[in-house]
């Protein structure tokens, strides 16, 4: 059930994404699984590599994610700022 929880809240961040101009790796695509996997690798971390069970699941399980799917975003536009430069004109 925190699974679920990580994986929505990364869901969620992920929608404001639609402010950022288009410079993700891999495009909108690119920064929903960056934001998806960023949510629940930083849900494991912080939970010990265990995924709270319906008995264990809170509100505060949900916003543990925040952090884990705004890094996610970062590395994925980080890394297509990188291709972009790269890039010959």
Do not use: K
Request: proline share 4%; charged share 10%.
């Amino acid at each position: 059930m925190g699974l679920l929880a990580w994986a929505m809240m990364g869901l969620a961040i992920w929608h404001f994404t639609i402010f950022l101009p288009d410079r993700c790796w891999g495009g909108i695509v690119g920064a929903f699984l960056g934001a998806l996997f960023g949510s629940i690798l930083f849900g494991l971390i912080i939970n010990g590599f265990t995924v709270p069970g319906q008995e264990d699941t809170h509100l505060l399980t949900a916003i543990e994610a925040i952090p884990g799917a705004l890094i996610g975003i970062a590395l994925v536009y980080a890394e297509g700022v990188r291709r972009e430069r790269s890039t010959p004109a």
